[in-house]
């Protein structure tokens, strides 16, 4: 699953110490394993090799440039949402021809930029967005490649509503019956060339059949568009794919790839291009969020466990529900974890793992049992290289976490902690500026 791992009770990341490590860099700090990054992708080439997909990582789930590079070296496109994530790509000297464009509110400046780059395709949600990357593309005498992204309306079973994308009624792309219109409208512009289909069901989505299910509707949709004279080059089947955030819960990449890549073989053998666009499932075991106990605190039944982090710094319990697991990074040798996900051993008690955010909703887990706190102990927060850091905010304005990565004995840190300066930096408080009329 990944490389983190207790050795005599000391909770390693490949072979750095990660107690060590937080008194030399502090805390909150996000930790990353190279070897882990370059495994799960690794796993995830090879699984679907036959199809020989453009991998584009997505790089929303976690977008420090260190990640970026490493995944770049290894021959991973990127898949961006925003001018800001095209930069970044950019910055890490991604090829950017193997950069797909999604997002729903492209702004024209953002367009701008990706044209300019040159990035591989505009993953296009709507007949009014496409319209205007037309224009702007023809203002500009530029060209550039669309994928039409379809929403093939089946039901993703993801854990939360809130990430659930591919239904019909949902803000992304377009049904399938109006994809043909779509096609039949657009497909002769010579500035955006209309030539793929795109699709993101979902994430996580943690069963094949989704994918096996849209997949297959996605190629009726492309048989029936070649048949009315279109030139489809290729198929990005988007992302989502699982991760470990217990153990054992994602279905492997092979029994991923078994179902789906036969599907896509044919495509595939006849000139087509698959696409992937992973994100959590390269990224998410590869990060941990490590933090101190500051105060433990009993309150009517409930002991609580109050640390350095919280919602600020990594907001998927308090917005998706989701499961987390939480352990010191220092035990007994036989308090060391048999695996993640809700343990149960003797010496165990429950606590609330909160933060220091001024809001109910703000906690890492409810009810964990979790072997005894003090002040000072270091806990780490497994599986959180996915939209854990990039989605921190300064909310209550405290400065965002510094991260990590760890290869083999060595430790980078790939980007220092703010600072309490860098909080008001951007304010003109005692010269507003004034804007005039
Ligand atoms: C977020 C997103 C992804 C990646 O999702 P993961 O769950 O991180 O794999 C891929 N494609 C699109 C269009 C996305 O919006």
Not at 5 to 27: N, P, S, W
Not at 236 to 250: K, S
Request: net charge negative.
């Amino acid at each position: 699953m990944d490389h983190f791992h207790y050795d005599d009770g000391r909770l390693l990341c490949e072979q750095v110490d990660l107690e060590k490590l937080a008194d030399r860099v502090g805390t909150p700090t996000y930790i990353y394993s190279r070897a882990t990054l370059e495994d799960h992708y690794d796993r995830l080439a090879e699984a679907f090799a036959p199809l020989e997909p453009v991998i584009c990582y997505a790089v929303k789930s976690c977008d420090n440039l260190s990640i970026l590079a490493l995944l770049t070296h290894r021959g991973a496109g990127m898949d961006v949402v925003s001018g800001g994530e095209i930069l970044r790509a950019r910055a890490a000297g991604a090829d950017m021809s193997k950069v797909v464009y999604a997002g729903v509110g492209k702004t024209d400046d953002e367009i701008d930029l990706a044209l300019d780059e040159k990035i591989g395709y505009f993953n296009i949600e709507s007949e009014a967005e496409f319209d205007n990357i037309a224009d702007i593309a023809r203002r500009k005498g530029a060209t550039a490649r669309a994928a039409l992204r379809i929403n093939p309306d089946v039901d993703p079973r993801t854990a939360h509503v809130k990430t659930t994308t591919g239904r019909k009624e949902s803000k992304f792309g377009v049904d399938i019956e109006r994809a043909r219109r779509f096609f039949a409208a657009r497909g002769g512009d010579e500035h955006l060339r209309l030539c793929a289909v795109h699709m993101h069901i979902g994430s996580p989505v943690y069963q094949v059949e989704p994918y096996v299910h849209a997949t297959k509707r996605m190629l009726t949709l492309v048989e029936q568009l070649q048949g009315e004279g279109h030139h489809i080059e290729a198929i990005d089947i988007g992302g989502g794919f699982g991760a470990d955030y217990q153990t054992d819960q994602t279905p492997a990449y092979a029994d991923y790839a078994r179902q789906i890549v036969p599907l896509l073989k044919p495509f595939k053998d006849g000139g087509g291009q698959v696409f992937i666009e992973p994100g959590r499932t390269i990224s998410a075991n590869a990060g941990i969020l490590l933090t101190r106990v500051l105060y433990i605190k009993e309150g009517g039944s409930k002991t609580f466990a109050i640390v350095d982090t919280g919602m600020h710094h990594l907001l998927r319990p308090t917005l998706y529900e989701a499961f987390h697991f939480i352990w010191p990074a220092k035990v007994e040798p036989a308090m060391a974890p048999s695996s993640r996900g809700e343990l149960d051993m003797p010496g165990l008690t429950k606590v609330d793992v909160v933060g220091p955010i001024c809001e109910t909703g703000d906690y890492l887990a409810l009810g964990r049992k979790l072997p005894p706190l003090k002040r000072g102990d270091l806990l780490a927060v497994f599986a959180a290289g996915a939209y854990g850091r990039v989605m921190a905010s300064n909310y209550n304005s405290m400065p965002r976490p510094a991260e990590v990565l760890i290869h083999g004995d060595e430790a980078n840190l790939v980007r220092r902690r703010e600072t309490w300066d860098e909080l008001l930096a951007p304010e003109t408080n005692p010269h507003p500026v004034p804007l005039g009329s």
